[in-house]
């Protein structure tokens, strides 16, 4: 038996078109109602940015134009009336003269298969993310054991030479004792000091497993107000953030992380930095579009805490930027390299993640993206 060619088109699962030239719509198949809603009369006579919007179609348009000379195979992303994705072939049609007079297009929906992979891209991202994270930690912190040895035997032979120094022979030039006294001095405060970097070191990269529960973010704010006044001045320090908002988070770290966060935002260059520290509930889409994103990549889809420090600082360069989160990567002097990266491990531990903004002239803000404990 022949089918009529019409009724294999309107039972057929995809989505079938035809443009003129110009780029207004001459048909479209049962398939296309079906799947974007749209009634007919809204394409017919019409141009995709009558139907989508001026963004949607010039990303059509462009493959609609290249099946004028070749046939064209692509993945087509839409983000209007809905989120999905199409493997497309486009092609010219021609008529009984030769001529092009028109482009056809045979869409198939693979949004469940693109979906299904790009959770595996995230999931995989992520997973290399906290390897990365993990072995840097365990590195970071096999180096801070060792110097911590190290520097054991450094101090306590600077405390010997600072008690043979106290019995210097009456004979000697009478300024000898005093000199070395002072230099002793010195090298005995710079091991301090060093000795606080070593235990800030095996602090960060130290990391206990333990249960991710719903934490007020308020809660975590009282907590740690007393300790961010002391390295940024109150009237300095604004605060915006939604008081109901809840995290799903393992307890006992988020404190440290968030002084770090706001002890790099004060130490700019300019002592009248203003920090402020912003919260709010935000959704992470599973997005096709193509235009940029303020979600960071490799973030599973799903309701979010977006904690936020923010300077007004002079920013970072590009190639600062890039380095920022990298442990012991700094440009403060006396600093530890620790503060972002130990943040990062955090999030990562956590389901979330960390994202930096930041151009020079522009400040610079840090942030959190954590899961939130309850959505409704």
Known sequence: MQLPAGAIIDAAPASIYVKDLEGRYLYVSPGVVAQTGIPPEQYLGHTDVDVFGPEQAARLRKNDQRALTEQVDEVEFFDKPVDVVYRSRKFAL??????IYATCGISLDV????RAEQAQRVAERRL???QIVDSLGRFA???AHDLKNALTAVRSLIE?????????????PPDLRGRLLEVLGEAQQATLRSADQIATMLTATQYRRSERTATPLAAILDRVRPLLVTVQPAHRLVEDVHPDLRMLIAEGEIEQVLLNLVT?????THDDVRVTIRARAVVAENTFSDVSSAQPPALEPGHYVCLDVIDDGPGMPPEVLERAAHPLFTTKRGGSGLGLWSAQAFALRNHGQLAIRSEPGTGTTVSLWLPAADTG
């Open 264 to 268: 790099n935002a004060a130490e700019t």
């Open 111 to 114: 949004t469940a298969g693109y």
């Open 160 to 172: 010997l030479a600072i008690e043979d120094a106290v019995q210097v022979p009456s004979d000697a």
């Open 94 to 99: 021609r008529g009984a003269d030769g001529q």
């Open 128 to 130: 290399a993310q906290l």
């Open 141 to 143: 912190g096999g180096m």
